[in-house]
């Protein structure tokens, strides 16, 4: 949840400032920015909804403006991921959703699977259902070409468990600053060295990955051979 949602604020302030400066301050309302078959006017009288229901005092600040909707920087801070999934994947034109995936070094392609996806872990997190050996019903298309160092570090035979979710997550991460959130993943694992990696798709040459390299994993040794092993 951490890296999700820390992931979530990156990806709405470059998606609504984006927006904002290309197509202005109600692009929300434009129909046609976006796909034809999406239901433009139901999503927009969903956000009204949310818009309504909200006690945020940034958005109660509108009240007294005769908009739709307030300006797009304001919206965005209300929507959730799965709303701000959907408004990103169904924009029409594929420049405008590289745009934001340019920005990790990925295809717009890959960020629109992986953001459905990420939605569904998000929600199972929330709902505290389990994860770790979890079979996800959705496979996301993982990146093949860009970033071009990323797919060396997935588990091209892990199928739909988690381990493919955080290396994208760590991808993610990384492309937004320094973090320390690898070596509090990998401090889970310490923690708990008799949870099978297998079930959760890991493979046994994890650690050895590029994108795992900066894991200090120093006084560690007893407890990952044991972790390897499960």
Same mark, same amino acid.
């Given at each position: 949840?951490?890296?999700?949602?820390?992931?979530?604020?990156?990806? /709405?302030?470059?998606?609504?400032?984006?927006?904002?400066?290309?197509?202005?301050?109600?692009?929300?309302?434009?129909? @046609?920015?976006? =796909?034809?078959? *999406?239901?433009?006017?139901?999503?927009?009288?969903?956000? /009204?909804?949310?818009?309504?229901?909200?006690?945020?005092?940034?958005? /109660?600040?509108? %009240?007294?403006?005769?908009?739709?909707?307030?300006?797009?920087?304001?919206?965005?801070?209300?929507?959730?991921?799965? $709303?701000?999934? =959907?408004?990103?994947? &169904?924009?029409?034109?594929? !420049?405008?959703?590289?745009?934001?995936?340019? @920005?990790?070094?990925? %295809?717009?392609?890959?960020?629109?699977?992986?953001?459905?996806?990420?939605?569904?872990?998000?929600?199972?997190?929330?709902?505290?259902?389990?994860?770790?050996?979890?079979?996800?019903?959705?496979?996301?298309?993982?990146?093949?070409?860009?970033?071009?160092?990323?797919? =060396? +570090?997935? +588990?091209?035979?892990?199928?739909?468990?988690?381990? &493919?979710?955080?290396?994208?997550?760590?991808?993610?991460?990384?492309?937004? !600053?320094? +973090?320390?959130? =690898? $070596?509090?993943?990998?401090?889970?694992?310490?923690?708990?060295? +008799?949870?099978?990696?297998?079930?959760?798709?890991?493979?046994? %040459?994890?650690?050895?990955?590029?994108? *795992? $390299?900066?894991?200090?994993?120093?006084?560690?040794?007893?407890?990952?051979?044991?972790?390897?092993?499960?």
């Amino acid at each position: 949840m951490d890296a999700i949602e820390r992931i979530e604020v990156s990806l /709405r302030t470059r998606w609504d400032y984006h927006l904002a400066y290309s197509y202005g301050s109600h692009a929300l309302l434009d129909r @046609t920015l976006f =796909k034809s078959k *999406w239901p433009h006017a139901a999503n927009v009288r969903a956000l /009204r909804e949310t818009v309504r229901n909200s006690s945020e005092v940034f958005i /109660r600040h509108f %009240d007294d403006f005769d908009e739709v909707l307030p300006p797009v920087w304001v919206v965005c801070e209300i929507m959730t991921l799965g $709303q701000l999934s =959907k408004w990103y994947s &169904n924009l029409k034109r594929g !420049g405008d959703r590289n745009k934001v995936a340019q @920005t990790y070094g990925m %295809d717009e392609v890959n960020l629109t699977s992986f953001l459905h996806h990420l939605t569904v872990v998000r929600n199972h997190c929330a709902h505290h259902a389990r994860i770790w050996n979890r079979e996800f019903t959705f496979s996301w298309k993982l990146p093949r070409k860009k970033p071009v160092a990323l797919p =060396k +570090n997935f +588990n091209w035979s892990a199928g739909r468990k988690i381990y &493919n979710t955080l290396v994208m997550l760590a991808h993610l991460m990384d492309s937004m !600053g320094p +973090n320390s959130w =690898k $070596q509090r993943l990998y401090a889970i694992f310490t923690k708990h060295p +008799n949870v099978s990696a297998h079930a959760m798709g890991f493979p046994p %040459d994890w650690l050895g990955k590029p994108i *795992w $390299q900066d894991i200090d994993s120093r006084n560690s040794g007893d407890t990952l051979l044991n972790f390897h092993k499960c």
